[in-house]
């Protein structure tokens, strides 16, 4: 498209200002920093000013204006692929976490809330079992003394015989590895079922 041709028109930032329909002098400066709108060094009453050429001027900031909602478009499109990025990232860094949780859990550095459970309800049944069986293994012996304090320190006896048995309880990490590798199968058993 050729050029056409204006007669020199100059105004200053105020009347470009009412011309383009900013509410602000600040917008026309930005614009003009940016390099849409352009001044020229004119002499008004033997000084030089900044002015701005009308028409050039309005041709600019219409050119501007048409080309803004491709760059929008781009900065749209860019900030997807930022988006799907992050989102990658992020998924990997929690597939990245959960594969050194489990590291730390088949070496026995951290266990799971149901493993711990099922241990621990292991041994308070060891314990009632003990406990349960102490009236049958004391009643002949009891019965068979004369005074309570004989009975009494036979059921003391047994019930310390219990808690230094309970004393010698110690963690053993090959139960817990044992377990989890039980239950990791018993996982991917029943995941590839589903599949």
Same mark, same amino acid.
């Given at each position: 498209?050729?050029?056409?041709?204006?007669?020199?028109?100059?105004?200053?930032?105020?009347?470009?200002?009412?011309?383009?329909?900013?509410?602000?002098?600040?917008?026309?400066?930005?614009?003009?920093?940016?390099?849409?709108?352009?001044?020229?060094?004119?002499?008004?009453?033997?000084?030089?000013?900044?002015?701005?050429?009308?028409?050039?001027?309005?041709?600019?900031?219409?050119?501007? &204006?048409?080309?803004?909602? $491709?760059?929008?478009?781009?900065?749209?499109?860019? =900030?997807? +692929? @930022?988006?799907?990025?992050?989102?990658?990232?992020?998924?990997?860094?929690?597939?990245?976490?959960?594969?050194?949780?489990?590291?730390?859990?088949?070496?026995?550095?951290?266990?799971?809330?149901?493993?711990?459970?099922?241990?621990?309800?292991?041994?308070?049944?060891?314990?009632?079992?003990?406990?349960?069986?102490?009236?049958?293994? &004391?009643?002949?012996?009891? $019965?068979?003394?004369?005074?309570?304090?004989?009975? =009494?320190? +036979? @059921?003391?006896?047994?019930?310390?015989?219990?808690?230094?048995?309970?004393?010698?309880?110690?963690?053993?990490?090959?139960?817990?590895?044992?377990?989890?590798?039980?239950?990791?199968?018993?996982?991917?058993?029943?995941?590839?079922?589903?599949?």
């Amino acid at each position: 498209m050729p050029e056409i041709a204006f007669e020199e028109n100059y105004v200053d930032v105020k009347f470009i200002k009412r011309v383009l329909g900013f509410e602000s002098v600040r917008r026309v400066q930005q614009l003009t920093q940016d390099g849409v709108l352009n001044t020229c060094e004119v002499k008004v009453g033997g000084r030089k000013a900044s002015r701005y050429d009308l028409f050039p001027s309005v041709i600019s900031y219409i050119k501007y &204006l048409k080309a803004r909602p $491709a760059k929008a478009q781009g900065n749209l499109k860019e =900030q997807k +692929i @930022i988006e799907k990025m992050q989102a990658e990232i992020d998924f990997k860094s929690a597939k990245a976490k959960m594969a050194e949780i489990e590291l730390d859990e088949l070496a026995g550095h951290m266990h799971a809330a149901e493993d711990v459970e099922k241990m621990t309800a292991d041994l308070c049944l060891a314990v009632r079992s003990m406990l349960l069986a102490l009236p049958g293994q &004391l009643a002949v012996d009891v $019965a068979a003394v004369g005074t309570a304090t004989e009975a =009494q320190v +036979i @059921i003391k006896d047994a019930v310390c015989h219990i808690l230094d048995e309970l004393s010698r309880y110690e963690y053993d990490p090959k139960e817990y590895r044992r377990r989890v590798l039980e239950r990791k199968e018993w996982q991917d058993a029943s995941e590839e079922s589903s599949e």
